[in-house]
């Protein structure tokens, strides 16, 4: 008899991690998922901010500066786009940023309720030498 009950204890046991087994697999991929979305964030943020210095400081022209920016992203650059706006051309005027990049999922587990979604930052300095480059939007290549 006490065989039987042993199999049904076990039993259960197998049914209770049934159970509660997706619920742990979907936190746990989730906290992965808003972890490798917040890294993405950060750089696509770093771009920007990148991006605005090498402007700021004249690197050369938008392509220049865009190739510049996306070598400088790691992960993040693949379908990125980088857009360099400025108040005027002389020293001391502002220069405005944006890095738009994919949001890419890392386990594909959230693919479906998050995909398509666009990360975005950007970054404004103060223009320090007369700028070569011209306002205008270019991809990462």
């Known amino acids: 008899m006490n065989r039987r009950a042993?199999?049904?204890?076990r039993g259960a046991s197998l049914v209770e991690f049934a159970?509660?087994?997706p619920l742990l697999f979907i936190v746990l991929f989730g906290i992965?998922?808003?972890?490798?979305?917040?890294?993405q964030?950060?750089?696509?943020?770093?771009g920007a901010r990148e991006s605005a210095r090498l402007a700021a400081t004249n690197y050369g022209d938008l392509s220049t500066i865009v190739t510049e920016t996306c070598a400088r992203?790691?992960?993040?650059?693949?379908?990125?786009?980088?857009?360099?706006?400025s108040t005027g051309a002389a020293a001391g005027d502002a220069v405005r940023v944006t890095v738009n990049?994919?949001?890419?999922t890392l386990t594909g587990v959230f693919d479906a309720a998050f995909g398509g979604r666009t990360i975005g930052s950007s970054a404004e300095m103060r223009i320090e030498q007369i700028p070569s480059w011209s306002d205008g939007?270019?991809?990462?290549?």
């Not at 042993?6 to 204890?9: I, P």
């Not at 992203?73 to 706006?85: E, K």
């Not at 990049?101 to 890419?104: E, I, R, V």
């Open 101 to 104: 990049a994919p949001w890419h």
């Open 73 to 85: 992203m790691d992960h993040t650059a693949g379908g990125a786009s980088v857009t360099l706006a």
């Open 32 to 39: 992965i998922e808003v972890s490798w979305a917040f890294n």
């Open 19 to 21: 159970l509660v087994a």
């Open 137 to 141: 939007t270019l991809p990462c290549p």
């Open 6 to 9: 042993g199999d049904r204890e």
């Open 41 to 46: 964030q950060l750089e696509v943020r770093h």
